[in-house]
Every structure is written in C-alpha cells, then in structure tokens.
C-alpha cells in the first residue's frame, strides 16, 4: 500500500459508497495514533494538517513525517493541506510529497474563489496532486480568531464552479461548523441531496466533531465522500494525557507518548467504523 491522492481515494470511496475519514494531525503521537487505527481496520485515511496549525507544528517537521509515515503503511492513505490560506503554503506542500491541497477561498467573492482554484489547480497538476474547494461558509474557525457565520452552499453555485474549475473534491457548508458544536447542529440534508444531484464530483464535509453516526451515515448516503474530524482527536489526545498525569504522582514522557497515541486512535478507530460502514 502506499501514498496516494485523494482523487483516487476519493473515487473509489464513491464506488464503495463510503466516505473516507481525514484526520487532522499535530504531532507524532497523532499521526502514529491514526495510522494505527486505520492499519487495524483495513481502510484507507487521509492525514491532514491546516495551515493555521502550522504555527505550533512547523510544516517542515510534519511533512516529512506525514508523508513517510503514509508509504511506510500498510494501507493506503492520502496527505492533504487542509485550509491551505497562501500560495507560498501550498507551493510548500506540494514539493513536500503532499498528495492534495485545499485552497481554502470561501470567504472571497464567487468568481475569485474559482481564480484562485484554478491557479491552484495548475500548480497542483505539475505535481500529479488532487484539489480540494470549499463553497458557502462552513460555520467555527479552524485554527482562527474569527468565527464564520454559516452560509450554505447554494447547489446551481456548486455546479457552476465544479464544472468551471474542474476540482477534485468540493467541501460543502450545510449547517456543520468547526469545533466543538454548542447543541447539536441541524445539518440541511436537503441541501446535500440538492447537490448531490448535480455535481458530479465527491462532496466533503467539514466540521465533522460532534456529528452523530446517524447524521454521518446519511450524510453519506447523500454523496460526502471525505469527512474531516480535528477537534475529537486534540481533545482525546488531552484527555488522555491528563486521566495518566492525574494518576500517578511521577508521570514518565513514555508513558504520557503511548497515552496520546491511544487517544487518537480510539478516535479514529470510531470514525473509520462509521465512514465505511463497518
Ligand atoms: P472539527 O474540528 O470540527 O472536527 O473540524 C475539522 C475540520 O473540518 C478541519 O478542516
């Protein structure tokens, strides 16, 4: 197995009718965490990392460990720049191995935001490296000061701009939102079936901490192909850590190392059950 790109997971997720998790990552104890899960479940992942985050973990020390970790592995799995912000990020990416990029232009006006996609496009091609879009405004932050108010994605946009910049992989806004949701969220399923109808490419759904396995297997169901989770991962990684500081009076790093790859990959290993309907 190897590292390969979202477009080809993504199309064979299509086939199967799964969707396949994308998991954020920090540091080496995530990254080991996920690719464990995913090893002892015979599915495919995609690790991430937001260009937000590059701020405590440095994109020249998780890169390589991202990439080596996924052709060292025994499934396949993508390596994607998840809300990529800057062309100079993406440039980074792109000649680190990453297998996809994500510009994330949501916030512009229409006709920019497919500029922008396509300039990305170009130069993720040289690479032979996937694109991943969004449009409408998925609501949180992701590793940002500023929180966004959600607008959903309007479906006839989304046609337009699928078939105009010819992206790999478009990221919708239906009510989900980053973070760690306040009450439980009102995802607009009619809105996904609305798209789903006429894009042709797979969907992705951001914001996916806190969503329920019912929402998640409908989503699903409605054409998400790629699912982002982040904050369950940070906080499990946290929570462990402090229940194994809180029980003993001398915590040793090896320990503490172990506990956070377990926390992650409790997560994923959940995650990956739901998204390919285990
Ligand atoms: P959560 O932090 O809500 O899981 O969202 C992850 C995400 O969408 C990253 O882009």
């Given at each position: 197995m190897a590292l390969v790109t979202l477009k080809d997971l993504l199309l064979r997720a299509e086939e199967e009718k799964k969707a396949v998790g994308a998991f954020s990552v920090g540091n080496m104890e995530m990254v080991m965490g996920a690719v464990a899960a995913a090893e002892d479940a015979g599915e495919p992942i995609i690790l991430q990392i937001a260009e937000k985050r590059l701020k405590n973990s440095p994109l020249s020390l998780m890169a390589p460990m991202m990439v080596s970790a996924a052709k060292q592995s025994s499934v396949d799995i993508a390596v994607h720049l998840d809300h990529g912000l800057t062309l100079d990020c993406i440039d980074a990416a792109l000649s680190y191995g990453f297998t996809s990029v994500m510009l994330d232009a949501s916030l512009l006006p229409f006709e920019e935001n497919i500029a922008m996609t396509q300039k990305v496009i170009e130069k993720a091609r040289v690479f032979g490296a996937s694109v991943e879009s969004e449009l409408g405004v998925v609501g949180?932050?992701?590793?940002?000061t500023a929180e966004h108010k959600i607008l959903c994605t309007d479906p006839m946009s989304a046609k337009i701009f699928t078939d105009k910049t010819g992206v790999d992989a478009l990221a919708v806004a239906i009510g989900n939102a980053h973070g760690n949701y306040p009450v439980l969220p009102e995802l607009r399923f009619d809105i996904l079936e609305q798209i789903d109808d006429v894009v042709e490419i797979p969907l992705v759904l951001h914001?996916?901490?806190?969503?329920?396995d019912d929402m998640f297997r409908r989503a699903v169901s409605l054409g998400i192909r790629k699912i982002n989770i982040a904050t369950a991962s940070f906080d499990h990684l946290a929570k462990y850590a402090k229940a194994y500081t809180d029980s003993v009076d001398t915590p040793d790093y090896f320990t503490l190392s172990a506990e956070m790859v377990k926390g992650v990959y409790d997560n994923v290993s959940r995650h990956i059950r739901v998204f390919s309907g285990k």
């Open positions: 949180g932050n992701e590793g940002d914001g996916g901490t806190g969503i329920t």
